[in-house]
């Protein structure tokens, strides 16, 4: 067990809706990762926060968004979903801006969305 | 162009054989590079890190690696397999080592599959 936890496990929607994807960091950890994980393009780093502010951007769509809050649990937020969107999505933490020696990212057991 | 490949898509082994897991990657310097494991219906599980202290690096389960710089090589090793190492396997390399920025590049995985 990481320490990072993911909600909900398993996530069944129809095109066109919007889903709310929640991750709650390890204790004490201030940065949050958000990863993609599909069959097509793998594993893909989506986006990063640390504490509460955005710091880096991946190949993330514009109808995805996400937030970290004060208490530091992060959301990412999928809207207009299409059948593409079908994939494994994970939340990471680590314990500060990944400077030297901080960058070990811990994954949470990610949230399987599916889209029909 | 930064990159990072695994030579082998699938690796089968008989229990009790070592264990080849090959990786490259592509940067004008040396980054952050980490080996995680990912078990089916699972999250990922860090395996271990290198960070420069050590060239060979220890990581959980007998595994380790080897950062050879001349070749940009990382290959994960284990000298005995065991039926429970099956699973996928995933170079990553943080090519922002040393600063604010923790995006995580992953490999395309490589599937271990163990033999009785």
């Known amino acids: 067990d990481s320490g990072v936890t993911q909600t909900p496990k398993h996530l069944i929607t129809a095109t066109g809706q919007r889903v709310t994807l929640r991750c709650s960091p390890r204790?004490?950890?201030?940065?949050v990762y958000w990863y993609q994980q599909s069959l097509d393009q793998g594993l893909q780093f989506l986006i990063q926060y640390y504490n509460g502010e955005e710091r880096a951007k991946g190949n993330i769509l514009e109808r995805f968004s996400a937030q970290q809050f004060p208490d530091l649990h992060s959301e990412l937020n999928l809207s207009s979903l299409e059948l593409g969107d079908s994939a494994l999505y994970f939340c990471?933490?680590?314990?500060?801006?990944?400077?030297?020696?901080?960058?070990?990212?811990?994954f949470g057991p990610g949230t399987r969305l599916t889209v029909l | 162009a930064q990159s990072v490949t695994q030579l082998d898509s699938h690796v089968s082994v008989s229990e009790g054989t070592p264990v080849l897991l090959r990786c490259n990657y592509s940067s004008s310097y040396s980054p952050s590079l980490f080996w995680y494991v990912q078990h089916p219906n699972k999250g990922l599980q860090l395996l271990l890190k290198?960070?420069?202290?050590?060239?060979l690096v220890k990581g959980i389960n007998g595994f380790e690696a080897e950062f050879k710089k001349s070749e940009t090589s990382f290959h994960l090793t284990k000298p005995s397999a065991h039926m429970s190492d099956a699973a996928e396997y995933f170079c990553v390399v943080n090519f922002d080592r040393g600063s604010t920025l923790g995006r995580l590049y992953f490999g395309r995985g490589t599937q271990l599959t163990v033999w009785p």
């Open positions: 290198y960070t420069s202290a050590a060239t």
């Open positions: 990471a933490s680590s314990v500060d801006p990944p400077r030297m020696g901080g960058d070990t990212q811990y």
């Open positions: 204790s004490g950890d201030l940065s």
